[in-house]
C-alpha cells in the first residue's frame, strides 16, 4: 500500500516529538484532497531524515494535529553519495523541472548559478529569493513523492566566481565541471578520483555554454573538466543525466 505522506519541518514537532501540526498546503490536501478524518494513519517526515506514523487527532481547514506513533524507516533510503548539484540558471520552467527530477534522483543540494552566458538575469534580491523559495517548495514536493525523508537544500543563488572559490576551499568534496568541450570523458575522469569520497559538486552550464576564462579559472582551482561525449545536450538534459550517470557510478542507482 502506497504510503499517505506529509512533510513537516522540525519545528512543527513538540520538543518529545509526541505530536507534530501540519499547516498550510499539507494541512489542506490531507483535509480537503485526501478526505481524511480524525483517527486514520498517515506518515509525516521532517525533511531532515526522519519519517513517522502518525494518527490524526484534530483537523481543521487550516491545521491537523497528529500523534506520532512511531518512528519508521523512510520508505526509500539515501544514496550514499552526498551531490551536490550546480547549476546555471535557466529559463521558464526548465529550472524548475531540474530541482523535481534531480530531488527524485537522490541530490543533497541544488545550488542555482549566475554564469556569463546563462539564460536569464535576476531583478534584484527579492526576485531571487522568490525563485529559491518556489525552488524549495517543488523539492520539498518530490521528496514527498519519491519516498525520501531528506528534502534537499536550494541554496540562495550564487557567482560563478563564488562557487569556485567557496566549493574548492573543501578538500572532502570532488569538483566536477561538466562542459561540451575541452573535456575528458567522465569514465577517464573517474579513474583519477579517490573512490573512498562520497562528497561531490557536479557544475553544468547554461544553454550558452561556458566561456573561455569560465573553464579555465574552474580547471585553475582544480576541478576536473568533463564532457558527456559528441551530442550537444540541453542544459536541462544534461543537468538530469549528469545525475544520473553519478549516482549510478558513485551512488546507489544501479
Same mark, same amino acid.
Given at each position: 500500500?502506497?504510503?499517505?505522506r506529509f512533510?513537516?519541518?522540525?519545528?512543527?514537532?513538540?520538543?518529545?516529538?509526541?505530536?507534530?501540526?501540519?499547516?498550510?498546503?499539507?494541512?489542506?490536501?490531507?483535509?480537503?484532497?485526501?478526505?481524511?478524518?480524525?483517527?486514520?494513519?498517515?506518515?509525516?517526515?521532517?525533511?531532515?531524515?526522519?519519517?513517522?506514523?502518525?494518527?490524526?487527532?484534530?483537523?481543521?481547514?487550516?491545521?491537523?494535529?497528529?500523534?506520532?506513533?512511531?518512528?519508521?524507516?523512510?520508505?526509500?533510503?539515501?544514496?550514499?553519495?552526498?551531490?551536490?548539484?550546480?547549476?546555471?540558471?535557466?529559463?521558464?520552467?526548465?529550472?524548475?523541472?531540474?530541482?523535481?527530477?534531480?530531488?527524485?534522483?537522490?541530490?543533497?543540494?541544488?545550488?542555482?548559478?549566475?554564469?556569463?552566458?546563462?539564460?536569464?538575469?535576476?531583478?534584484?534580491?527579492?526576485?531571487?529569493?522568490?525563485?529559491?523559495?518556489? +525552488?524549495?517548495?517543488?523539492?520539498?514536493?518530490? $521528496?514527498?513523492?519519491? %519516498?525520501? =525523508? &531528506? #528534502?534537499?537544500?536550494?541554496? /540562495?543563488?550564487?557567482?560563478?566566481?563564488?562557487?569556485?572559490?567557496?566549493?574548492?576551499?573543501?578538500?572532502?568534496?570532488?569538483?566536477?565541471?561538466?562542459?561540451?568541450?575541452?573535456?575528458?570523458?567522465?569514465?577517464?575522469?573517474?579513474?583519477?578520483?579517490?573512490?573512498?569520497?562520497?562528497?561531490?559538486?557536479?557544475?553544468?552550464?547554461?544553454?550558452?555554454? +561556458?566561456?573561455?576564462?569560465e573553464i579555465?579559472? $574552474?580547471?585553475?582551482? %582544480?576541478? =576536473? &573538466? #568533463?564532457?558527456?561525449?559528441? /551530442?550537444?545536450?540541453?542544459?536541462?538534459?544534461?543537468?538530469?543525466?549528469?545525475?544520473?550517470?553519478?549516482?549510478?557510478?558513485?551512488?546507489?542507482?544501479?
Open positions: 500500500m502506497t504510503r499517505r512533510y513537516a519541518p522540525p519545528t512543527a514537532f513538540d520538543n518529545k516529538q509526541d505530536s507534530v501540526t501540519l499547516i498550510a498546503d499539507e494541512s489542506r490536501q490531507l483535509r480537503e484532497v485526501l478526505r481524511l478524518k480524525p483517527g486514520d494513519e498517515v506518515y509525516v517526515f521532517n525533511g531532515d531524515g526522519k519519517e513517522f506514523l502518525s494518527r490524526i487527532e484534530e483537523s481543521r481547514r487550516d491545521t491537523a494535529r497528529l500523534q506520532i506513533i512511531r518512528e519508521v524507516e523512510p520508505s526509500r533510503p539515501e544514496s550514499q553519495l552526498q551531490l551536490t548539484l550546480a547549476l546555471a540558471l535557466l529559463k521558464g520552467e526548465k529550472f524548475d523541472l531540474v530541482v523535481q527530477k534531480a530531488t527524485e534522483l537522490g541530490v543533497t543540494c541544488i545550488m542555482p548559478v549566475m554564469t556569463k552566458y546563462a539564460d536569464i538575469r535576476l531583478r534584484d534580491e527579492s526576485d531571487a529569493a522568490k525563485r529559491v523559495t518556489r +525552488w524549495q517548495r517543488i523539492a520539498m514536493e518530490a $521528496a514527498k513523492q519519491s %519516498g525520501r =525523508a &531528506v #528534502v534537499p537544500q536550494v541554496a /540562495r543563488v550564487i557567482t560563478f566566481a563564488s562557487l569556485i572559490e567557496t566549493t574548492s576551499e573543501t578538500e572532502q568534496s570532488i569538483c566536477l565541471m561538466f562542459s561540451e568541450r575541452d573535456g575528458q570523458l567522465l569514465l577517464q575522469a573517474k579513474e583519477q578520483l579517490a573512490p573512498d569520497k562520497k562528497q561531490m559538486t557536479a557544475l553544468v552550464g547554461s544553454e550558452g555554454g +561556458w566561456s573561455d576564462e579555465a579559472t $574552474a580547471r585553475a582551482a %582544480g576541478w =576536473a &573538466v #568533463v564532457t558527456l561525449g559528441g /551530442r550537444t545536450l540541453r542544459a536541462e538534459t544534461a543537468a538530469i543525466a549528469v545525475t544520473v550517470l553519478l549516482q549510478h557510478i558513485f551512488g546507489d542507482l544501479v
